[in-house]
């Protein structure tokens, strides 16, 4: 019988026997060392009627990668990070000589500060000319003023409400400089747009670098893209958010169950392979971009299949006469093209 059992247990169990053995050859009646024999729990290989899947190849990308860039150009100050560093969104990468950016916005506060005294002075000059005004309709409609010093007071009247109007624009105008002149200084430290790793190293202190420089590249790797390479008519079947696929990663020996969230429909001209996306999460942080990927795609039918039960990381495989083999360790799985060969570490006999 072939049967899948706890690996370990199965190990523990022989080396009772091989003790009880010495114990009876020596005549000797004490206990053996060690700890008593663990259960063992055997049970049968079965057919059952599983879904039938096709491998495909792929890579590991990031799922955000970025060339970062300054929008001002100025002298690096300080670099903060290092190839291979982790950052955090908004964190900063390099501080450029920014002397010249607080002076332009002192500059231009003090333009701010200027035009709106201006606009004091000329509104107090509006409501003097108001009063004028309404001084010489009262001494018009006596007859003690003429109508042409009517005319001048309304004159200037409009003259200052004019003035005013102007110095508010002014205002508004340097308002908007210093805005601007801020928004320049600000930019003068250029932070990461994400949290990721820093995976290239652009720039260092004293060099000059212009607005659009690249002085980083920036990789999220908390997600990840699988892009898979899938025939076109079984691309066309996958139904993004709902389809499971495995992903494994030979390199690591681990697999991971993720959805497919994007089928491009773009197919190579030679292959005829479609790009197929699946996010993979990277909590632990193993997985890297770049790194080959196969995954099992479901074909929508099933077939029997020869399957066996797993207990941890092992499983331990018995023939009919008896004779035990393991399948364990990150070597156990072959990739092949028509599915995946198990390696196990013994011969197993088929019954006489």
Partial sequence: MLGAALGNAALAQDDAKGGQEAKDASGQGAAPAGPPPAMVVLEPARL??????REVTGR??????????????????????????????????????????????????AFLAAARQI??????????????????????????MSESDLDMRRTAVATWQAKLAQARADIDTAEVNVRDARRRLEKMTIKSPFKGRVVRKLTEVGQWVH?????????????????????????MGLKPEETKVRVAFP?????????????????DPLSRLVPVRVRVENKDGQLLPGMSITGLIPLGETEETLTVSKDGD???????????SQISGEERNVYQSNGVAHVIDSVLLPSK
């Fill in 48 to 53: 059952e009627n599983l879904e039938r899947r």
């Fill in 60 to 109: 590991l990308d990031a799922w955000r990668r970025s060339l970062v860039a300054g929008e001002q150009e100025g002298l690096v100050q300080s670099v903060s990070f290092e190839a291979g560093d982790a950052v955090n969104a908004g964190a900063t990468l390099v501080q450029l000589d920014d002397t010249l950016s607080k002076l332009a916005v002192a500059r231009a506060e």
């Fill in 119 to 144: 606009a004091e002075e000329r509104d107090a000059e509006v409501q003097r000319a108001q009063r004028d005004l309404a001084r010489t309709q009262t001494a018009t409609t006596g007859g003690g």
């Fill in 211 to 235: 607005a659009g420089d690249a002085i980083a590249e920036v990789v999220d790797t908390a997600s990840l893209d699988a892009r898979l390479d899938v025939p076109g008519p079984l691309a």
């Fill in 251 to 267: 390199a690591l020996g681990v697999e991971s169950l993720a959805v497919v969230y994007r089928v491009v429909p773009d197919a």
């Fill in 314 to 324: 092992n499983y331990t495989l018995t023939d009919a006469t008896g004779n035990k």
